[in-house]
């Protein structure tokens, strides 16, 4: 049976870290360590670590597979023609040797935040749709974000919970609007499915040109969303992301503070079989942690981010629809969703935004 070595090896370290994750060991990931080699002063937001830990191992019959979190699951014996799903969103990433992938679950939902703001965006995507809350907070004027302001908010999150890939692993399989056929047989997605259909937007969207100004990247991989942030930041950088207890409702903005200075780079998560953020760097833009508290005293820690420069983007852009102005006349804001990250440089004076208790 034909078999990729370098593959079978990253399958094979997953299994290590499964088995003694099941003695009680909790050694570190690879994610981690290349994290830890790269940004040792960085601590790890919640957005990204919740994509990295593998959960269980699952046993049925004699097929054996490692289910990361919530979403990927691998076959690391692929001896049936027809392998079972095992729970969550599966992936056989040997594909090669005439077995079939198993079933890959992406969900069929708007993004639910609109980030590509440039023309050459879907204006269908740009508009207030039936199901969307129209008391919910969703763009502000900088001016309004101060200590006291309440805010209708509707913290979402993506339903595609894929976790990360090794950057060894993730790079074996295409990524390219050119090999849409291979993905497909890939992943067992029909051509004609609203699967297919995901994937094909989501890398379409990754290989549109940014906006002037935009420097734009989507990571496959954790190590990839490293090296980009650092070759635009450097190596002496925070990361952050929203974190929330509660989906939202009626809170009031506690204090305000700012990140950095005015640049950053900002990664949304996408919708794939596995975790790809859609990462970009604008200047000038500003980022802010903001706590939150609900009116039921449930307390949230947001991350704003302030857009300077809007005169690039699509005039039709749902922020201009909700604000009634107009592009490039007014900084224009809004709260990062907890499944994106920020990444700002360190400030002299290192900022530690501490993670949310339930108690």
Sequence with gaps: MAFHLPLFFSLLNMAVVVALASQGAHPPLPHELYWNSVLPNTQMPKAISQLLQPDFMIKEDMRIAVELGKGSCFDLIAGEENPRPAGGTNVDLVGKDGTKPAYIGVAQERVPFLYRYHVHATHENHQLRKDDNPQATLFFLDKGMRPGTTMNLNFTRNSNTANFLLRKTAELIPFSSNELPEIFNHFSVKSESVEANIIKQTIEECEAPGMRGEEKYCATSLESMIDFTTSKLGRNVQA????????????????VKKLAGDEAVVCHKQNYP????????????????????????VKAKAV?????????WDPQHLAFQVLKVKPGTIPICHFLPSDHVVWVPTPKSTLVVEPISST
């Design 240 to 255: 952050f992301s929203t974190e929330v207890l509660e989906k939202g409702g009626t809170m009031s903005i506690i204090s």
């Design 274 to 297: 596995y975790a790809v953020f859609y990462c970009h760097a604008t200047k000038p833009t500003r980022a802010y942690a903001v706590p939150l508290r609900g009116s039921d005293g």
């Design 304 to 312: 704003a981010i302030c857009h300077v420069d809007t005169s690039e």
